[in-house]
């Protein structure tokens, strides 16, 4: 064990813990009504807390062991094996113990579940939303997770570039976002009196700590305190920057005015492109990805939102879908040494990534989409996803929770 690669994957899977709580819970509870917004947070806790547990009791053993191309085995379930003292190490856990490891990738799992959440927001029982959870972690995340990350994972073994998960955590959240959208169906009212956020203050609060917290995110997916390390740290510095700024100049000239929500979304934005290349790219092709998937992602949240007709309430395939696919695909051009990355070694190897990369987000895409439609179908039957006509115009807050998050 290196001491140096323990410390900072155990900072990293405490600055992943701040991304989600409370980084995308007043990310996301900013973004909503005022009779909504406690609803939100607990959604977040509830199922990322849900997520954890699953992880501890079979997640990783699915996600991460020896199993076959599509789904791992049971070898680690309750972290057996592992959890006792001078236990053995996984091969992918390198350096650091493997409960540290297993640790870090409990985050992951968790906040890719979360994130789920602002798809549906503003109209879906806490129950129900944690049986789709359980129900798309299980037969969603986890597939994906050792198909892309895994050794005899499918797609590992094909080739895909996927440094801290473009396709495992936003494609496959942002996918699972819209699927949710479309099968709930839009709010009352959607499209016919506005919505706008309640509390934006809120919602940068929350994008600032999602940066800040980003950086263990990325920067530990190199599982060590080394030269990956940086370069991906880096890295996720120099994209978020160019986003924001990519995102507020495409808003400029748009719509005449850059706004705050519009510079906290690009920093998301620029966060969630750079994921699968943080440590694949050269800080120049970092800075391009950034720009890119921020003006991408305008388009994602306006455009395309439109064409898809989805109450996608908080965006989550227009940022992390299109952010995701965007970083995904380009990750496979600039890993390329000639485009200053530190892979591939000749430029007539990108157009074969680049397949590669199409192949993985093409599995991801089908893949969540069928295993998300019929994880809200169980969860809609068993315990009605959505919530009536009157608790929708009275709030989730007092409706679900019994609480409210303003007094007047």
């Known amino acids: 064990m290196d001491k140096a690669d323990f410390v900072w994957v155990s900072v990293s899977t405490i600055l992943v813990l ?15 009504r005022s009779k909504n917004v406690l609803s939100v947070l607990a959604q977040v806790l509830g199922v ?7 992880w501890f009791i079979y997640g990783y053993s699915l996600a991460f062991t020896e199993g076959n191309s599509i789904i791992g085995g049971f070898s680690r379930v309750l972290f057996d094996g592992i959890a006792q003292l001078g236990s053995m190490n996984l091969e992918l856990s390198g350096t650091i113990p493997e409960l540290s490891f297993a640790s870090f990738q409990a985050t992951f799992a968790g906040i890719t579940c979360a994130l789920i959440v602002g798809g549906f927001a503003e109209r879906a029982r806490f129950g129900a939303v944690l049986l789709f959870a ?5 037969f969603g995340y986890l597939p994906i997770a050792h198909m892309v990350w895994a050794p005899g ?20 959240a942002g996918v699972a976002g819209l699927v949710g959208a479309y099968y709930i169906g839009s709010r009352l009212g959607y499209r016919q009196e506005a919505m706008p956020p309640h509390n934006l203050p809120l919602t940068m609060i929350g994008a600032s700590l999602l940066w800040v917290g980003w950086f263990g995110f990325n920067a530990g997916s190199a599982l060590g305190a080394n030269e990956v390390a940086a370069l991906a740290f880096f890295n996720t510095l120099v994209a978020t920057a160019a986003a924001v700024l990519a995102w507020l100049a495409v ?3 748009s719509k005449g005015k850059p706004s705050l929500l519009g510079a906290a979304s690009g920093a998301v934005a620029g966060l969630v492109g750079i994921t699968p290349a943080a440590g694949l790219v050269g800080p120049v092709g970092a800075l391009i990805i950034g720009a890119v998937t921020g003006a991408a992602c305008v388009w994602g949240v306006t ?7 989805a109450d996608d309430a908080l965006d989550v395939f227009g940022i992390h879908g299109v952010g995701g696919i965007v970083g995904a695909m ?3 051009l600039f890993n390329a040494q000639a485009l200053g990355g530190p892979g591939l070694e000749s430029l007539s190897q990108v157009p074969y990534q680049l397949w590669i990369q199409f192949e993985g987000i093409l599995i991801t895409v089908v893949w969540c989409a069928i295993v998300s439609w019929i994880a809200y179908f169980i969860a809609d039957k068993v315990c009605g ?13 007092v409706y679900e929770h019994g609480e409210t998050a303003y007094q007047r």
């Open 18 to 32: 701040l991304m989600v709580v409370p980084g995308l819970a007043l990310f996301y509870g900013g973004l909503v």
């Open 48 to 54: 990322f807390c849900l997520a954890v547990i699953l």
């Open 134 to 138: 359980a129900l798309w972690m299980t």
């Open 153 to 172: 994972g499918w797609l590992f073994e094909r080739g895909a570039l996927d440094f801290a998960g473009g396709t495992v955590v936003h494609i496959n």
């Open 251 to 253: 808003e400029w000239v």
């Open 303 to 309: 455009g395309l939102k439109r064409m898809l007709r």
């Open 330 to 332: 380009l990750t496979g």
């Open 385 to 397: 996803l959505r919530v009536s006509v009157e608790a929708e115009r009275q709030g989730l807050d």
